[in-house]
C-alpha cells in the first residue's frame, strides 16, 4: 500500500516539552510538506523540504525545526519556542518539479497544556 | 496571508442539490486546487485546473477559472450525504510546487 503515514493520531505534552512529530512516505515523492491547520481554518505552510538534506521556511516556521535525512521521512519538531502549538498537523509530499497534487497524510492532532 | 478566500464560508443545502463554492486569490497562478477534507481527517485532492485552462470536469465536479477576474468555483452536482466535508481551493505559483491555500468552505448536505 502506498501512501503517507503519520504518528501518532493524537499527541498530548506539557508546556515547554518540546515534541517531534512523524511523518513518512513511500510514495517515492521528492518533496515533502508540513502544514499548521487550527480550528475552522485553511492550512498554513510550515517547512518544506523538495530534495533530501534541504528544506526551506514556510509562513509560520517560527518555534518548529524539521529535518530531511532520508527520502521517505520528513519529521517535525515542535519547539517550546512555539507560543501557540496546539493544533492540527498535516504532513503531505509530492512528486517534486511539477504542479502535481499533493498526498495528504491523516494528521496528528497535537494538545499541549 | 492566504492567497485564496473561499466564499461562502458555510453552505448548507439538500441532498440532490448542487453545490456551488468560490475562491478567489490576489496574485498570478500556475495551476488551481480544489482539495476535500472530512472531520478530523487529511486532505484529498479532487481536480486540478491550470491557468490556461477555463473549465475542467470530473465525475460531478466542476470547475471554472477566470485568471481574469483571480477566481475560481467549484460545482458539486446532485449532492449526496457523503459530500459532507469542507472543501479548500489551493494556488500554486510558478516556482515549484508550494501550494497556498485558502480557509475553505464547510459544506453540509442534509438526507
Known amino acids: 500500500d502506498g501512501g503517507i503515514t503519520q504518528s501518532p493520531k493524537y499527541l498530548f505534552r506539557k508546556e515547554g516539552q518540546n515534541v517531534t512529530l512523524s511523518c513518512e512516505q513511500n510514495l517515492n515523492h521528492d518533496a515533502m510538506y508540513w502544514y499548521r491547520q487550527d480550528p475552522g481554518q485553511g492550512l498554513r505552510l510550515i517547512y518544506y523540504?523538495?530534495?533530501?538534506?534541504?528544506?526551506q521556511k514556510g509562513d509560520i516556521a517560527e518555534g518548529y525545526s524539521v529535518s530531511r535525512e532520508k527520502k521517505e521521512s520528513f519529521p517535525l519538531t515542535v519547539t517550546s519556542a512555539q507560543k501557540n502549538p496546539t493544533a492540527f498537523y498535516l504532513c503531505?509530499?509530492?512528486?517534486?518539479?511539477?504542479?502535481?497534487?499533493?498526498?495528504f497524510g491523516p494528521g496528528t492532532r497535537l494538545t499541549v497544556t | 496571508s492566504q492567497q485564496g478566500e473561499e466564499d461562502p464560508q458555510a453552505l448548507s443545502i439538500q441532498e440532490g442539490e448542487n453545490a456551488t463554492m468560490n475562491c478567489s486569490y490576489k496574485?498570478?497562478?500556475?495551476?488551481l486546487q480544489w482539495y476535500r477534507q472530512n472531520s478530523g481527517r487529511g486532505l484529498v485532492h479532487l481536480i486540478l485546473i491550470r491557468s490556461n485552462e477555463r473549465e475542467k470536469h470530473s465525475g460531478r465536479l466542476r470547475v471554472t477559472l477566470d485568471t481574469s477576474k483571480k477566481s475560481s468555483s467549484l460545482l458539486i452536482t446532485a449532492s449526496r450525504a457523503a459530500d459532507t466535508a469542507s472543501y479548500f481551493c489551493a494556488t500554486g505559483r510558478a516556482a515549484g510546487n508550494k501550494l497556498t491555500f485558502g480557509g475553505g468552505t464547510r459544506v453540509l448536505v442534509k438526507p
Open positions: 503531505a509530499s509530492t512528486a517534486s518539479g511539477s504542479t502535481y497534487e499533493q498526498y
Open positions: 496574485t498570478s497562478i500556475n495551476n
Open positions: 523540504s523538495q530534495i533530501v538534506n534541504d528544506f
